[in-house]
C-alpha cells in the first residue's frame, strides 16, 4: 500500500517568517502535485513536478521533487496571511490513482 | 467560468434521508473522482469513472453510496439511509486520462442531523 506522510500537520507563524512542507513516501511516484484549500472550498491545484531533482517557482513558493521521486518540500519564502490554508501534496500512483497526504495546516498570523 | 461545477453546494438533511450530489466536470475531461473530505483532512477517495465506465471503488464505500456517470458527461453520487458519519465535504474532481492532474470542484458540504 502506498502512503504518503506530511509534516508538519500543523504550522502557525508569524507575517514574514519562513516555512517548509515536507511530504514523504517509501513508495516511487511518477508524478507528485501540490494543492492549496480554503475553508469551505475544493483543493486547488499549484504545482505539478515529474522529474527527480525537479524544482519549480510559483512566485515566493518554491516546490522541489527529490531525487529518487518518493519525497517532496514545499517552501515558501516571506509567508503572508493570503497564505494560510491547507496544503496538500498528492502522488500518482501505479494506476494513475492519486495518494493523498492529510494536509498541512498554516495558520500566517499578520 | 468552464470550471468544474457541483451543486448543490451545502446540504442538510436528516438522518435515515436520501441525498443526491451533482457533478459537472471540465467539459473535455474524460475522467471524474468522487472523494470524501473531513475538517483538516486529506480527501478520501470513493470513486472514478473513466467516461461512462466506473473502473474502481473504494472498499470503505458502504452499499449505501452509488454513483453514474450515465453519459460519460455529468456524474450524480446518491447515498441511501444517511448516517451522522456521512457528514462531511464531498468533492468531485475531474483529469484528462493522460495526465495525473485533476481540477476539483468546490464540494458539497453535507450535515446529517
Known amino acids: 500500500t502506498q502512503l504518503l506522510e506530511q509534516s508538519p500537520q500543523f504550522l502557525s507563524i508569524q507575517e514574514g517568517e519562513n516555512l517548509t512542507v515536507y511530504c514523504n513516501s517509501s513508495s516511487v511516484f511518477s508524478s507528485l502535485q501540490w494543492y492549496r484549500q480554503e475553508p469551505g472550498e475544493g483543493p486547488v491545484l499549484l504545482v505539478t513536478?515529474?522529474?527527480g531533482g525537479e524544482v519549480k517557482k510559483l512566485k515566493r513558493l518554491t516546490f522541489q521533487f527529490g531525487d529518487a521521486r518518493k519525497d517532496s518540500s514545499l517552501h515558501i519564502t516571506a509567508a503572508q496571511p493570503g497564505d494560510t490554508g491547507l496544503y496538500l501534496c498528492a502522488g500518482a500512483g501505479n494506476n494513475r490513482k492519486l495518494i493523498w497526504g492529510l494536509g498541512t495546516s498554516l495558520a500566517v498570523n499578520p | 467560468d468552464t470550471g468544474v461545477s457541483q451543486d448543490p453546494r451545502h446540504k442538510i438533511t436528516k438522518r435515515g434521508q436520501n441525498v443526491t450530489f451533482r457533478c459537472d466536470p471540465i467539459s473535455e475531461h474524460n475522467r471524474l473522482y468522487w472523494y470524501r473530505q473531513t475538517l483538516g483532512q486529506g480527501p478520501e477517495f470513493l470513486t472514478y469513472?473513466?467516461?461512462?465506465?466506473?473502473?474502481?471503488k473504494s472498499r470503505l464505500l458502504s452499499d449505501r453510496f452509488s454513483a453514474e456517470r450515465p453519459k460519460g458527461s455529468f456524474s450524480t453520487l446518491e447515498i441511501q439511509r444517511t448516517e451522522q458519519g456521512d457528514s462531511a465535504m464531498y468533492l468531485c474532481?475531474?483529469?484528462?486520462?493522460?495526465?495525473?492532474?485533476?481540477?476539483f470542484g468546490p464540494g458539497t458540504r453535507l450535515t446529517v442531523l
Open positions: 513536478v515529474v522529474t
Open positions: 469513472f473513466q467516461n461512462e465506465a466506473q473502473l474502481e
Open positions: 474532481a475531474s483529469s484528462l486520462t493522460r495526465t495525473n492532474e485533476q481540477f
